[in-house]
């Protein structure tokens, strides 16, 4: 039994996949379960003391001012949602809305002092690499940061 349809190569290991797109899958879900680690989101809501998502906008916020459309289309959320995800931001004092410089209907989203300390705070703990990564050696690692960064342009085209 293999882990996806296809002759094996001789020689080839039976536990590995034996095509691209099973491959990529593979690697995919490995990065998926190390970068997205329920440990590593947990101490982040500890340590913020809101939920993964409100950080996530925090953190988007903490880099730049958004409007609200602005905010829902970077977290890939309705407007709604996006109202809802500030209101309790700005309930907390981690962000405020002000006038839009051109749009008088518009407000925009900006952080606050609290606010862009939490998101560093978030930012010092899920750019921290596990051990595994931190061991892999200068070699290995540039050559990952090299495919990571092709894959990370490749999708932004």
Same mark, same amino acid.
């Given at each position: 039994?293999?882990?996806?349809?296809?002759?094996?190569?001789?020689?080839?290991?039976?536990?590995?996949?034996?095509?691209?797109?099973?491959?990529?899958?593979?690697?995919?879900?490995?990065?998926?379960?190390?970068?997205?680690?329920?440990? +590593?989101?947990?101490? /982040?809501?500890?340590?913020?003391?809101?939920?993964? $998502?409100?950080? *996530? #906008?925090?953190?988007? =916020?903490?880099?730049?001012?958004?409007?609200?459309?602005?905010?829902?289309?970077?977290?890939?959320?309705?407007?709604?949602?996006?109202?809802?995800?500030?209101?309790?931001?700005?309930?907390?004092?981690?962000?405020?809305?002000?006038?839009?410089?051109?749009?008088? +209907?518009?407000?925009? /989203?900006?952080?606050?002092?609290?606010?862009?300390? $939490?998101?560093? *705070? #978030?930012?010092?703990? =899920?750019?921290?690499?596990?051990?595994?990564?931190?061991?892999?050696?200068?070699?290995?690692?540039?050559?990952?940061?090299?495919?990571?960064?092709?894959?990370?342009?490749?999708?932004?085209?």
């Amino acid at each position: 039994m293999g882990n996806s349809l296809g002759p094996m190569s001789e020689g080839q290991d039976a536990s590995q996949p034996r095509d691209t797109a099973a491959l990529s899958t593979e690697v995919w879900l490995l990065m998926s379960d190390l970068v997205l680690a329920k440990q +590593r989101r947990r101490e /982040v809501v500890d340590a913020v003391g809101i939920s993964f $998502a409100r950080t *996530r #906008a925090l953190r988007r =916020l903490s880099r730049r001012s958004m409007s609200m459309t602005e905010l829902a289309q970077s977290l890939e959320i309705d407007k709604p949602n996006a109202t809802t995800v500030v209101d309790e931001l700005e309930a907390l004092g981690l962000v405020r809305r002000t006038q839009h410089p051109t749009d008088r +209907r518009a407000k925009v /989203v900006e952080t606050t002092a609290k606010g862009n300390a $939490a998101a560093a *705070r #978030a930012d010092e703990i =899920l750019g921290t690499p596990p051990p595994a990564i931190s061991e892999l050696g200068r070699e290995r690692l540039t050559t990952l940061r090299e495919i990571l960064k092709q894959a990370a342009d490749a999708e932004r085209e």
